[in-house]
């Protein structure tokens, strides 16, 4: 006999640049039980000069993990979302089938499109449209390299959460939080701007239409609903792009609070009721992310734990393997370096060689290179880890300054806010209360859109409210805070 709807399982994919979860929310006894179901590794691969995405292994991956799913939920599954990082997308022929493996957004050939397509419209006028950040991998600028590289401008295209969804057999959409970080969406209207389309040469009719976050967009059609768990299953598109779906699992109120999701990147900011594109806001590059149920998630990116991840890679190449724990506590016993470096320097954005590339912001500045030894690995790592603290107290300093918020706390999500060493440091800097939040905050930011898009008479035309998916977060919040799933 099936379990009634509300008391089947729900399952949330996060689709990451390095890692990929796919998780289990189970309701049939007392209190939600949440755990990852399944994991596997990501990352770009390189095709001739350019930098691409294994489309099809991440969707074998994520059919490996439904399947597990299914395994451990002999209840049934009612809903399945999928969110992940932003701006890259699958192209399609006009038969629907792939045009080749999607571009990372990291390819150097985004630099010049967005050259491009500045000198057809100006970056204030962008700014004024959209009130997203100049970044060159914002989707308008990959579409626009597309275009130049000969790629049929018709051919439609979805981001890869929502291309994800569209193999299973959900709707062709673009979900509103990841459609605003294309820089192609009009602030407003909250739909695509034909004055950006027409500057940058592209086409509207390549874009797919925007549903609002936590719309039901089909059920399960793969060979997967064959497995009796997945034969009713429905596709919901959460907060589609996760930094907004990590924001969504944030479980506060009031007004004092601001956000750190550190991971890969780093984004730091509040979330506003209404977007912020004031002249400070433009001058510091700041961008107003579509937020779930509506809201505007006012944010900068940094450049975050991609720095020593990058480091790592390096230091593993010549026999010096360190994991973060041990670099961690070394630094733990290293006084406060003397020099901090940029960030955000557009150099550190690309792969390869990140140490070579920090020492060379060190010498620039007077200072002695790192040797790549036991010694000054770790302070390699401490000036990382000074150099991220001091641009988030920096940053929030501005957006209390641009909003007008008193901040008093700090909600640090994500795979970084299990170090501790990095709290403190940011926490002694912008003197805020720091509380460190779930490292899979995406995983139940999503899961909170799909209780609030399903529970409670559901979502509406205008997608799922900010106050329930809060209430979710904050009930599966008590389950998971503290604890790993």
């Given at each position: 006999?099936?379990?009634?709807?509300?008391?089947?399982?729900?399952?949330?994919?996060?689709?990451?640049?390095?890692?990929c979860?796919?998780?289990l929310?189970r309701?049939?006894?007392?209190?939600?039980?949440?755990?990852?179901a399944?994991?596997f590794?990501?990352?770009?691969?390189?095709?001739?000069?350019?930098?691409?995405?294994?489309?099809?292994?991440i969707?074998?991956?994520v059919?490996?993990?439904?399947?597990?799913?299914?395994?451990?939920?002999?209840?049934?599954i009612a809903?399945?979302?999928?969110?992940?990082?932003?701006?890259?997308?699958?192209r399609?022929?006009?038969?629907?089938q792939?045009?080749g493996?999607?571009?990372?957004?990291?390819?150097?050939?985004?630099?010049s499109?967005?050259?491009?397509?500045?000198?057809?419209?100006?970056?204030?006028?962008?700014?004024?449209?959209?009130?997203?950040?100049?970044?060159?991998?914002?989707?308008?600028?990959?579409l626009?390299?597309?275009?130049?590289?000969?790629?049929?401008?018709q051919?439609?295209?979805?981001?890869?959460?929502?291309?994800?969804?569209?193999l299973?057999?959900?709707?062709?959409?673009?979900?509103?939080?990841?459609?605003?970080?294309?820089?192609?969406?009009?602030l407003?209207?909250?739909?695509?701007?034909?004055?950006?389309?027409?500057?940058?040469?592209?086409?509207?009719?390549?874009?797919?239409?925007?549903?609002?976050?936590?719309t039901?967009?089909?059920?399960?059609?793969?060979e997967l609903?064959r497995?009796?768990?997945?034969?009713?299953?429905?596709?919901?598109?959460?907060?589609?792009?996760?930094?907004?779906?990590?924001?969504?699992?944030?479980?506060?109120s009031?007004?004092?609070?601001?956000?750190?999701?550190?991971?890969?990147?780093?984004?730091v900011?509040?979330?506003?009721?209404?977007?912020?594109?004031?002249?400070?806001?433009?001058?510091?590059?700041?961008?107003?992310?579509?937020?779930?149920?509506?809201k505007?998630?006012?944010?900068?990116?940094?450049?975050?734990m991609w720095?020593?991840?990058?480091?790592?890679?390096?230091?593993?190449?010549?026999?010096?393997?360190?994991?973060?724990?041990?670099?961690?506590?070394?630094c733990?016993?290293?006084?406060?370096?003397?020099?901090?470096?940029?960030?955000?320097?557009?150099?550190?954005?690309?792969?390869?060689?990140m140490?070579?590339?920090?020492?060379?912001?060190?010498?620039?500045?007077?200072?002695?290179?790192?040797?790549?030894?036991?010694?000054?690995?770790?302070?390699m790592?401490?000036?990382?880890?000074?150099?991220?603290a001091?641009?988030?107290?920096?940053?929030?300093?501005?957006?209390?300054?641009?909003t007008?918020?008193?901040?008093?706390?700090?909600?640090?999500?994500?795979?970084?806010?299990?170090?501790?060493?990095?709290?403190?440091?940011?926490a002694?800097?912008?003197?805020l209360?720091?509380i460190a939040?779930?490292?899979?905050c995406?995983?139940?930011?999503?899961?909170?859109i799909?209780?609030?898009?399903?529970e409670?008479?559901?979502?509406?035309?205008s997608?799922v409210?900010?106050?329930?998916?809060?209430?979710?977060?904050?009930?599966?919040?008590?389950?998971?805070?503290?604890?790993?799933?």
């Open positions: 006999m099936q379990q009634p709807a509300n008391k089947k399982a729900l399952v949330a994919v996060d689709l990451g640049a390095q890692s979860r796919v998780s929310l309701r049939g006894r007392g209190a939600p039980e949440l755990r990852i399944y994991r590794p990501n990352g770009p691969i390189s095709e001739g000069k350019n930098l691409r995405w294994d489309i099809r292994r969707f074998a991956g059919v490996e993990g439904l399947r597990a799913c299914a395994a451990s939920a002999p209840e049934g809903s399945v979302a999928i969110d992940g990082w932003g701006v890259d997308y699958a399609l022929d006009a038969g629907g792939l045009v493996n999607p571009f990372c957004y990291r390819d150097e050939r985004n630099i499109a967005m050259n491009e397509v500045y000198s057809r419209i100006s970056a204030d006028r962008l700014y004024e449209l959209t009130g997203i950040q100049h970044l060159p991998f914002n989707t308008i600028f990959q626009h390299a597309d275009a130049r590289a000969g790629i049929d401008p051919s439609r295209w979805l981001h890869l959460p929502e291309y994800i969804a569209h299973l057999g959900g709707d062709p959409v673009a979900e509103f939080t990841n459609a605003t970080h294309t820089q192609l969406v009009a407003e209207t909250r739909d695509w701007c034909e004055e950006i389309f027409s500057a940058a040469q592209l086409s509207l009719a390549a874009a797919p239409k925007i549903a609002a976050t936590g039901i967009v089909g059920k399960i059609r793969h609903n497995l009796p768990e997945l034969g009713d299953t429905a596709l919901i598109v959460p907060a589609c792009h996760d930094t907004a779906s990590a924001i969504a699992a944030i479980p506060a009031g007004d004092d609070w601001a956000f750190v999701s550190s991971g890969t990147w780093s984004l900011g509040v979330v506003l009721d209404v977007p912020n594109i004031s002249g400070d806001a433009k001058r510091m590059n700041f961008t107003n992310l579509g937020g779930a149920g509506g505007s998630c006012f944010l900068k990116n940094v450049n975050g720095l020593l991840q990058q480091c790592m890679e390096c230091w593993t190449r010549t026999g010096q393997a360190w994991s973060v724990e041990e670099l961690i506590r070394s733990e016993r290293l006084p406060a370096p003397q020099m901090l470096f940029d960030v955000d320097d557009p150099v550190l954005m690309l792969p390869g060689d140490h070579g590339k920090i020492n060379k912001q060190m010498e620039a500045a007077g200072f002695p290179a790192f040797a790549m030894n036991e010694r000054d690995i770790p302070r790592a401490n000036a990382i880890f000074h150099s991220l001091k641009r988030y107290a920096d940053l929030l300093a501005a957006v209390s300054r641009i007008g918020k008193q901040l008093t706390r700090l909600f640090v999500v994500g795979g970084g806010s299990k170090n501790a060493y990095l709290n403190r440091l940011t002694e800097r912008s003197g209360e720091v939040g779930p490292s899979e995406a995983t139940i930011g999503n899961f909170a799909q209780l609030a898009a399903t409670s008479g559901g979502a509406n035309s997608g409210t900010a106050e329930r998916v809060t209430h979710y977060a904050e009930m599966l919040a008590a389950q998971t805070v503290n604890s790993e799933m």
